[in-house]
């Protein structure tokens, strides 16, 4: 049995009281350079409410509720079965459920699923790169969740220049398909990943030298010249 409690106005006074909040852009900037699996990363990064618990789940009274620290270790769970498939052995997909729904509670496991759904049905990113035209826009899935799925997975695999040309022509390829979803801003948040990347691999002049990267800064400089 725990016990609790409340303090009283004395006691308070003697302290420093701050209130901190999480909030999302910041947090997906530290979960990004500590490896937080991507799709926690476009979940967040489209339904940053979830991010931890808010008024809404402390009028429900629910007991398991989203932290920062949780989604880390629903990164975990999800690093843990893709290792594991990886090596042959099936994702246990009722057994994955439960652990996350441990974590963060049902109503957002529920939520997060669905999304995680759609982050699925992306392609091998490697085949993705490799495709050319109207055939790499085929595979893929024209939703914001995919879309952020999507730009958070690419990171790991640019190792070398011709990865990172690569990634500018799948952007520059989406932008061209019409779509109702914001696809500039979801490239430009991939750019900011691969710039980084570049600069960790020492590659940012040679980059810099390449048709890709001249096309991307034209578009770049004429808005913000607007």
Not at 13 to 36: L, Y
Not at 78 to 85: I, K, N, V
Request: proline share 5%; hydrophobic share 45%; aromatic share 8%.
């Amino acid at each position: 049995m725990v016990l609790s409690f409340g303090m009283g106005s004395a006691l308070a006074d003697r302290f420093q009281h701050v209130s901190v909040v999480a909030h999302p852009d910041a947090w997906i900037k530290w979960a990004q350079d500590n490896k937080v699996h991507p799709a926690v990363l476009a979940f967040i990064k489209v339904k940053g409410d979830f991010l931890e618990c808010n008024q809404d789940f402390i009028e429900k009274n629910e007991m398991i509720v989203p932290t920062p620290r949780s989604w880390e270790r629903v990164s975990d769970v999800l690093r843990y079965h893709d290792e594991a498939s990886g090596k042959g052995t099936p994702t246990n997909q009722a057994a994955l459920q439960t652990e996350v729904m441990g974590y963060i509670g049902q109503r957002v496991a529920t939520e997060f699923f669905l999304t995680l759904k759609e982050i699925q049905n992306l392609p091998d990113i490697m085949v993705l790169l490799k495709a050319k035209g109207e055939k790499q826009l085929v595979m893929v899935p024209d939703s914001l969740t995919a879309l952020y799925g999507l730009a958070y997975a690419v990171r790991p695999f640019i190792n070398k220049l011709e990865d990172a040309q690569a990634v500018m022509d799948l952007f520059e390829n989406i932008v061209t398909r019409p779509s109702k979803n914001p696809v500039n801003e979801v490239r430009v948040l991939a750019m900011e990943m691969l710039f980084e990347r570049v600069q960790q691999l020492k590659l940012i002049n040679a980059l810099m030298s390449t048709p890709q990267y001249q096309k991307y800064h034209k578009i770049v400089k004429k808005v913000v010249n607007l």
